[in-house]
């Protein structure tokens, strides 16, 4: 077995918490609890790999994040801002707000509810009119990666702001800011570092299943576990999370042309497949796309982005939403864009990094929407 089999087999078969998918170059990032510690670093002196303690004690490191969370939301002044997170509740509040705020280009409708019973909203941006290409973005799939609904919200601001460069008269956006309701709610008042969704598992003390290896395309056929205690454990059955039976059905009800999902962190951006490491057909064209919007991000800052598979990139990981859009959705398009760090803050990235985050990452966000803008399917 290889260093990165290996690794694999770790992230699928024991409760280490892989903070980055374990990947061929480059570092992964592994937290792990005091009890096991002993044991994953005799398991990599075995195999002559090398490792660094970055954090010694990732509960103190968490309490003082949380203390400048603190301090940054108290000093907003409004209900949405990009300088403070913000919780499941008022990202909500806000998505309603904007319907009423400007009426001739959003509404707002409840998709479907979570586990425990939170709505699920879609929110659509259109001038109006049909026959228009959709893309669709959702964020939040994994509860703990905060910046991705932030960047998410930023980009509807900049929409309804008119910061949308003319898109918005050939395109219709949807957006699902947090597909994982209640374990995005959770890491708010339970645990910062809740990945999963936050259902029962019957049989089994530990809670969830890892969302983006749920999805019904090549589900468990590599970089999944079958093991509920596992970060990626797969679900008993495909789909058998309800929030992303909720998102399928509105993926099918809209066929977007462009599907992106959001997470971090890495400073990725992938496209499928990642059940596997041979292309889609259309790889080519995805690639393409990719690089012109990772250009464009890199502009504004100086931020770099890695562009590929996402089973080349990093490793296989079935059972993901990309690859069900393009494989089985409909989607001409799809990606998964891995936000910022590279692992300095991690899950923790400081709010004052949530506007930059927002800036760069439109500048992509916009490639993608004015191409698919010049480009209709109609005229394909």
Avoid at 16 to 42: C, H, N
Avoid at 50 to 60: E, G, M, N, P, R
Avoid at 131 to 148: L, Y
Avoid at 184 to 196: A, F, G, I
């Amino acid at each position: 077995m290889t260093d990165l089999g290996y690794l694999n087999w770790l992230q699928a078969h024991t409760r280490l918490d892989f903070w980055t998918e374990p990947r061929s170059l480059g570092y992964v990032d592994i937290m792990a609890r005091r009890w096991d510690l002993p044991m994953l670093k005799q398991a990599l002196r075995r195999r002559d790999m090398d490792f660094t303690v970055l954090v010694t004690d990732v509960a103190s490191h968490l309490h003082e994040q949380d203390k400048l969370h603190k301090l940054a939301r108290s000093k907003s002044t409004t209900k949405m801002d990009w300088t403070s997170y913000h919780s499941y509740d008022e990202i909500n509040a806000w998505l309603d707000d904007l319907v009423t705020t400007y009426p001739d280009i959003a509404s707002v409708t409840e998709a479907g509810t979570s586990y425990e019973g939170r709505a699920m909203k879609l929110l659509k941006l259109s001038s109006g009119g049909t026959g228009k290409d959709a893309v669709f973005t959702d964020g939040g799939i994994h509860a703990r990666e905060w910046i991705s609904p932030a960047t998410v919200t930023y980009f509807i601001n900049e929409i309804v702001e008119g910061r949308d460069d003319g898109m918005l008269a050939d395109v219709d956006f949807y957006f699902m800011v947090s597909i994982n309701p209640d374990g995005y709610s959770y890491t708010w008042t339970d645990d910062r570092l809740w990945r999963k969704t936050r259902s029962d598992n019957p049989g089994s003390v530990c809670i969830g299943t890892d969302p983006n290896r749920n999805w019904d395309f090549h589900w468990m056929e590599g970089g999944a576990s079958d093991q509920p205690c596992a970060e990626t454990y797969a679900g008993p059955v495909p789909f058998s999370e309800i929030e992303m039976q909720v998102v399928r059905d509105v993926l099918n009800d809209i066929v977007p042309r462009v599907y992106l999902t959001f997470h971090s962190y890495s400073q990725l951006w992938m496209y499928p497949w990642g059940y596997t490491s041979d292309l889609p057909e259309n790889w080519m064209d995805l690639d393409s796309l990719a690089q012109d919007a990772v250009a464009a991000l890199t502009a504004v800052y100086g931020t770099t982005y890695e562009i590929g598979s996402s089973t080349n990139t990093i490793y296989i990981a079935a059972g993901g939403s990309d690859d069900w859009a393009l494989g089985a959705g409909g989607s001409e398009y799809a990606y998964t864009i891995e936000l910022r760090d590279e692992g300095r803050y991690g899950f923790e990235l400081p709010a004052s990094q949530i506007i930059e985050s927002g800036i760069e990452t439109y500048e992509g966000f916009k490639v993608v929407g004015k191409f698919i803008a010049a480009n209709p399917l109609s005229k394909a």
